[in-house]
């Protein structure tokens, strides 16, 4: 299997499981994925998911066997399977943690990228891969990287194609943290146990307004943040964690939109 999908406690991990190719996506591996990302969507006891690679990379991209002989029209095609997951784990009404355990390449950087949090081993590193073979970053890089790291370190990245190691990619805020290579999954496992038993609805609320900051002035965002707090305070999560504060105690919260 492609895919390999664990359940836990209000959350689930999503493990991409090609290891001899170094997780490089397919076809018919991106339908396995678009069905886990569906079916965890549709579970209302999950409330967070985790990605990470199985064996010593995260994702080295497309399968580039794949695409030797494949007509250049095609190649566009490729990407109607690959695009829709970046969408969708932009929309996903629940927080997204990755956990990237080795070399992140091409469209396996740019699936990373599309995650909400991003943990990463220290030996991990992201890499461009595209320009190597003569194409353009895609599955989002363009629109992901000026964002996160700026202009003059997107074009190089872009442009130059090499490995940035997890370390740096930290601290030019690509990513949330880097971490010793063998705590990298226990901490990504309670960073994602943890957002599961958060306030689903307002992160999901929260991840909404992020996502429409991009393209929003100060004025419609201000707009928006009124209309999603109004969503938000009417969740029994939000009279929970106001309970719980005066309280003293622990909220707990429960994930319910209403
Ligand atoms: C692979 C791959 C791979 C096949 C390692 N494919 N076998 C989407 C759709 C439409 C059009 C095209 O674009 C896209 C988006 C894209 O993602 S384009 C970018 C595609 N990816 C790349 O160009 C990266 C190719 N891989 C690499 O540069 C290196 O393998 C990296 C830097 C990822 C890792 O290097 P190493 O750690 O030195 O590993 P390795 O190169 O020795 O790879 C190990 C094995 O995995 C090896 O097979 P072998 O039989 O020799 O053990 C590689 O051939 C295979 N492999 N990536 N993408």
Redesign the pocket.
């Known amino acids: 299997m492609t895919i390999l999908v664990e359940t836990h406690a209000h959350y689930r991990l999503i493990t991409l499981n090609r290891p ?3 997780n ?2 397919t076809v018919e591996m991106a339908a396995a994925l678009s069905g886990a990302l569906d079916a965890a969507e549709a579970d209302p006891s999950c409330r967070a998911l985790l990605i990470t690679g199985a064996g ?2 995260f994702c ?8 030797v002989d ?1 007509a250049p029209a095609e ?2 095609h ?2 109607d ?2 695009h829709p997951l970046v969408r969708k784990l932009r929309a996903l009404a629940m927080p997204v943690v990755c956990a990237v355990n ?2 992140a ?4 950087a ?1 699936l990373a990228l599309a995650c909400d949090i991003v943990l990463a081993g220290e030996g991990a ?1 992201f ?1 461009q ?2 320009a ?2 003569g ?1 353009i970053p ?2 989002g890089g363009n629109w992901f990287l000026p964002r996160l790291v700026g202009m003059a370190r997107a074009r190089a990245l872009a442009m130059l194609a090499e ?1 940035l190691p997890a370390a740096t990619a930290a601290e030019w805020g690509m990513i949330w943290r880097a971490v010793p290579d063998e705590g990298l999954m226990a901490e990504a496992h309670a960073l994602a146990a943890r957002l599961a038993s958060g306030p689903t609805a307002a992160l999901a609320l929260t991840k909404q307004a992020l996502e429409e900051s991009a393209v929003n002035d100060l004025d419609s965002q201000l707009d928006l943040e009124r209309d999603l707090q109004a969503e938000a305070s009417a969740t029994p999560d939000h009279a929970e964690g106001v309970r719980a504060f005066l309280d003293k105690r622990p909220a707990a919260f429960t994930g319910m939109r209403s």
């Open positions: 001899e190719r170094l490089a996506l010593r990379a080295s991209g497309q399968d580039l066997t794949a695409i494949v190649i566009g490729l990407l399977h690959y080795g070399v390449a091409g469209a396996g740019n590193s890499v891969a595209f190597r073979i194409l895609d599955c490995p």
